[in-house]
């Protein structure tokens, strides 16, 4: 994962970079990503369309099932036999709710209030993975070498190509930062900024965030808790105990709350790129509606899964994904390195760097037009 988050780093600003040399306004807001930098830099409307299918695939029906089930889990500490129980009914349904409610734009201030909860319960996150790190400090470098013995073991490298520590690695590694996918150019697209790497170095230093902070936080405090790795203990079950062994029962309490607030903002997040792609195959308001109430019931059914078909379901969808967005960004890789240079030029230059299109001829001459760069002079 700390591999992958460092050459991810670079598919990250490439992917965002161009999402937004070629986004578009639509009304008020900025859009874009993969599905218009490929129609609009490669000329190929028919694979921004299958790109758009397979992101609608992966995000509405895959990741959000997903998000659903990790809310649900992290209730088993509290639940044994949750899911054998009527409870996983009623989690899906309060999150299908929730999600409904916010998506059909009735309680928008639902996804307010966790967006502005969220940052602040990662950064808690970070700081209880740190108490636990420093109360074990003399276990860290036992630690690191395990880390170290384990991913170069040949056992664990070859065992199997879907259960080595390589593809396990590249498959979390992957959900965590979605470098490369062509997810993150989606948001990347709404900002709107001077120059279009500005935003490219923002989405890069999210991949350092996403994977080299929160997930080797989740890995020290499981490394370090003293609670043994256990096949039947997986998934929120296996943090929840680390926890637990490490700060006493409010860790558990802490945990849960974190989880079921960062599922639920992913399940609106998630939404978003999935809405603006299903426009830019075919905007109808009658075909949105429907679309809408599938992505709630994939809310539902996803809390009802087991762990190994639900990552399953999302792995697969992600990799098709990634090999179209891969593909592309291979392609017009070269237009966001020129976009670089210029960027750093005007900054040796003393300037504060502002985009044309007509300067290098590259991306959307109306996004990037004379007026829109005398808005940031």
């Not at 609009?40 to 995000?59: D, E, Q, T």
């Amino acid at each position: 994962m700390w591999l992958l988050a460092l050459l991810g780093a670079a598919s990250a600003f490439v992917e965002s970079t161009l999402a937004q040399l070629y986004k578009e306004k639509r009304g008020e807001d900025w859009v874009g990503g993969p599905a218009y930098y490929i129609q609009k830099g490669l000329g190929s409307r028919r694979w921004g369309v299958i790109f758009a299918v397979l992101l609608i695939a992966c995000f509405a029906y895959g990741f959000n099932a997903l998000q659903a089930f990790n809310a649900g889990s992290a209730l088993e500490y509290y639940l044994p036999g949750y899911s054998q129980s009527v409870w996983p009914l009623v989690v899906g349904g309060v999150l299908a709710a929730l999600t409904a409610a916010s998506i059909f734009g009735g309680v928008q201030r639902i996804s307010a209030i966790t967006s502005g909860l969220v940052p602040v319960m990662a950064a808690v996150y970070i700081a209880l993975g740190l108490f636990i790190t420093v109360k074990n400090i003399g276990q860290v470098p036992a630690m690191l070498g395990l880390i170290f013995s384990q991913a170069f073991d040949p056992k664990a490298m070859f065992a199997g190509l879907g259960a080595s520590c390589i593809m396990q690695g590249v498959k979390r590694g992957l959900y965590s930062n979605e470098a490369g996918m062509g997810s993150a150019p989606n948001a990347a697209a709404a900002a709107d900024v001077s120059h279009p790497v500005k935003q490219g170095l923002v989405q890069l230093l999210s991949v350092f965030i996403d994977t080299i902070l929160i997930c080797s936080t989740t890995a020290f405090m499981l490394l370090l808790s003293g609670v043994p790795i256990d096949q039947a203990l997986q998934g929120m079950g296996y943090v929840q105990a680390a926890v637990s062994a490490q700060v006493g029962a409010a860790g558990p309490a802490f945990i849960t709350v974190s989880i079921f607030l960062f599922a639920f903002s992913s399940l609106v997040g998630n939404y978003s790129y999935t809405e603006s792609n299903f426009k830019f195959i075919r905007d109808s308001k009658r075909g949105l509606k429907v679309f809408r109430w599938t992505c709630v019931a994939a809310v539902f059914v996803g809390a009802q899964m087991d762990f190994s078909t639900v990552w399953s379901l999302a792995d697969v969808l992600m990799g098709l994904m990634a090999l179209v967005n891969l593909a592309a960004i291979l392609l017009l890789g070269g237009q966001a390195l020129r976009l670089l240079k210029d960027y750093c030029a005007q900054r040796r230059a003393g300037q504060e760097p502002v985009y044309r299109a007509a300067r290098l001829g590259l991306g959307d001459p109306e996004s990037w037009s004379e007026a829109h760069a005398r808005k940031w002079e």
